[in-house]
């Protein structure tokens, strides 16, 4: 089994490397902002007064610039009061945006965020100990998988897509790159690992081949506001498609992984508290275990990705449009493709890493679960021998009669002597002899 796993596998890392050497653009320069028309310089700055003397709605705010070509220097902006604008107070931390040739002109700068770094990597730490306290060095190991996710995130997809490859290839080859290091450096070089890295794969297939076919037959273009000005101030042809099924692909995966490897724990788990078990009888098993995980999944991804098109679906629900349009507008459309296509490819991870599980856990030796030590049994208390009590002695029988003449019972019952005649002579006891008197006595 090991090496019908290596041979399935080892094709798709190759293909998975060769793929990011040919997409990455290599001796690409990436233009700069200022290259490609964006004028917009960012600069930190602190707020060191707030005055409400500029308008009805209008806050005067001074802030004390901390870099960029006038730092040390003070300028007071003026910035929009009202429901939904942001308040300001003394010692905040803001973003100005420069966008002028004079440093020292309050007309060069606007306020377009706050700084928010430390709070972010106080969150980061919190997150990260968490992490470690509960997984140790398993939970190393994920936070190590996660980082390297974002280098493949960041120095290769974005820097192929700007550089004009397709999406959907720069996608798919970058899914496979962080599926391969996510999953071996956290649950390590097993078959139990491949499977899921199998399961993986089969469902990324079916998600972005469906991905493909619906969009194409629901006639979205991927174009929406952002796009559009990001491939203006590109210059580049971008597949504007492409970009939105590298979208459905990338926010699915994560998902996967959870669901490839929860199924394949769940049946080595089961092939282990029972080696007895058949190929269907761990199937079956299994199932039922991927189906209690599937409702919770799906419920999941299709709530991700309601929260992030909240915004337009409460901007699109003013318009006055009935449901049905809102549905098929293109914006909602190609949210619903992406959630439906990921849904899909999540339900036939679960029966296809099952079966790859359970047929190859059937063929694996799998150390069964030892059967804890049996407690030993208390020792006996000692029986405590309840001596019988002796018999009672038998009291005297009680003495009837007068103590002086004694009482016969054989003579008939007795009566008092009716005087002291009667009473028995005690024998007479002999006088003592005289004492003699001495001589010399008078």
Known sequence: MRTLLLWLLVP???ATLVGAALLYP???EQKTGAEIGLHQTPVAAVVTGVAENCGEKCVAVTVKMTDGAA?????????????GAPSFALGDEVVLSYAGSQPQAAESYQIVDFQRGWSLWVLALLFAGAVLLLGRWQGLAALGALLLSFVVLVLF?????LAGENPLLVAVVGA???????LYLTHGISARTSTAVLGTLVSLALIGALGAL????????????????LVTLLGTNIDTRGLLLAGTLIGALGVLDDVTVTQTSAVWELRRANDKLTWRELFAAGSRIGRDHMSSVVNTLVMAYAGAALPLLLAISLAGRSMGEILTAQQIASEIVR???????????IPVTTALAALIAVRQDVTPLQAPEPEPEPEPEPKTVKRAKPAPKPRPARIEGDLFTGYDPDKGPWERPSGPAARRAAPARPAPPARRRSSGSP
């Open 176 to 182: 496979g790159l962080i599926m391969f290091v996510v």
């Open 339 to 349: 959630t439906l296509v990921g849904s899909i490819g999540l339900v036939a991870a």
């Open 26 to 28: 290599f001796g690409y």
């Open 157 to 161: 997809i974005m820097p192929s897509i």
């Open 71 to 83: 730092s040390g220097q003070s300028v007071t902006i003026p910035s929009v009061k009202g429901p």
């Open 12 to 14: 798709f890392a190759l």
């Open 214 to 229: 619906f969009s194409a037959a629901s006639k979205l273009t991927g174009i929406d506001e952002d796009t559009t000005n």
